[in-house]
């Protein structure tokens, strides 16, 4: 995440001075979500980023989204560990992947790339891990039935 800081369409157009996110901002005022909690945390990520302010919870960084991946995590091991309970992981990340574009933290690509990202660093790691399995894994007990 810190080597592609970037922020989301709902601070495009203050930081970058354009209305290209405008239909954005009139659905989300029209919906009331400026006074909602997204809409103060919004407020306050983007003065911290316009003064140049830095605090605990003051940074943006949704490229690519740390909570899809580590949602996609979550529904991998569940999948694992509890065959079924991967269908609720699956549910979970739809459902954080569906909130973070929603309230313009995060463009969909975002999200697509932690799970790509996620999802082939498991298939890596898991080949990896087969690759490293002993191939012999009697061979102590041949060599001490040969003696």
């Known amino acids: 995440a810190l080597a592609t800081l970037s922020g ?5 157009d203050s930081i970058f001075g354009t209305a290209r996110f405008e239909d954005f901002h009139l659905a989300y005022q029209a919906a009331g979500l400026q006074d909602s909690w997204f809409g103060r945390i919004q407020t306050t990520l983007l003065n911290a980023y316009l003064s140049d302010a ?44 569906f909130v973070s ?13 932690s799970i790509l990202l996620i999802v082939a660093a ?20 041949l060599y001490e039935a040969r003696s």
């Open 54 to 97: 830095q605090y605990i919870g003051s940074g943006n960084s949704p490229f690519p989204s740390l909570h899809v991946a580590m949602t996609v995590v979550t529904t991998l091991y569940l999948g694992e560990k509890a065959g079924v309970l991967g269908a609720f992981g699956v549910m979970a990340t739809a459902a954080i992947l």
């Open 122 to 141: 498991h298939v890596i790691l898991k080949r990896r891990q087969s690759a490293k399995r002993d191939p012999y894994p009697d061979w102590p007990h």
């Open 101 to 113: 574009i929603w309230n313009g933290f995060h463009y969909g690509i975002d999200g697509y790339a």
């Open 8 to 12: 989301g369409p709902v601070f495009y």
